[in-house]
């Protein structure tokens, strides 16, 4: 089969954004008092996407999309939300970088052996003075929300904040070195959820990428699951996956798009996704199992990492260090956006439901 090219949905938002529909939803019942942690939440973006130091945030907010931004909503219901900017397509390793420096405001540092590795520049943009939140440190933690590749994203960031990495310290001078390579600081961070991300990759891509550095790399099957054998399941941190699911099996046994909530932009990708099986260039088998999607990612590779261990979300029995895994969402690859035309609808209820319960952990 071909490879499927995901949509650039960047390219069209400039048109969608003059409909401006605002979609509201039902009351979420906050109560504070009930809290006992409220730490800084901070969402990261997946492929082409931006975050709101972008100018396009202004135009049409990743977060919220069609149903209004959604961070706004979430502050004003007592929740410090920030939405992280990384680069559209790069690496999960650049991208985690970069989020590093603009949580902590400094330089980003791709890494000495890492940019050596990939022939790139090892600094990038300065954020002193410009951190993204007030504080952040073992007493002021933070809680991480990534959609699709931003993931990946927090993960890289989760494990290189744990256990650093050894090739970065052993290539970089020790007065010279960033506090990301490092690690012993796991304890910065209260919780992760991934949004629809492709922790063992994606069917979307069945051609391995040439490209060694980037997010499409990371995302075909064979390269995620080596990167899940370098992340870390911290034992003191919680961990969320919503996976989404917008296609129905068929008499035959393949799926097809459900029309109800697939944006049409994803149902070409979605029934090629949803009849494609097969074995990668390095031997792992995809099956049936493999076959629903929500348009970009299968549902399976959005539960859990393959490495990590897992168990299903049950409300009031929520442990730290094991991903527990919350019930499929009925939406396509944006609809934890807030979609476009289909599933366009205010998000607000389904984090405020979430980040409540964190808050109450």
Known sequence: MAKIVAFPVSLVLAFFSIFGIYFPCTDVE???DEWNTNYSYVFVHGL?????????YKIMPYWGMFGGELLTKLDKEGFNCYGASVAPSSSAWDRACELYAQLTGTKVDYGKAHS????????GEDFTGKALIPAFDSKNKINLLGH??????IRMFATLMAKGNEAE???TPEDEISPFFTGGKADWIYSLTSLAAPHNGTTAYSAPPTEGDSAAYDMYIDNAMALNK????????????????ATKKTSDGTYKSDNKYME???RSSADEMGKYTGTTAGGYVFGEEWLENDGLVNTISAMAPTS???TNYEEGNVLPGIWNIMPTYCGDHMSLQGGFFKTNTDVRELYLTHLNMINCL
Request: hydrophobic content about 35%; glycine content about 8%.
């Open 30 to 32: 906050i109560d504070s």
């Open 48 to 56: 082409m996407g931006w975050g709101e130091r972008d100018p396009q």
């Open 116 to 123: 050596e590795a990939h022939s790139h520049e090892r600094f």
């Open 148 to 153: 699709s590749f931003g993931g990946a994203t």
């Open 169 to 171: 310290i052993n290539a």
């Open 230 to 245: 370098e992340m870390v399941t911290d034992a003191n941190t919680y961990y969320f996956s919503i996976p989404c699911s």
């Open 264 to 266: 049409i932009l994803f």
């Open 308 to 310: 990590a261990p897992s």
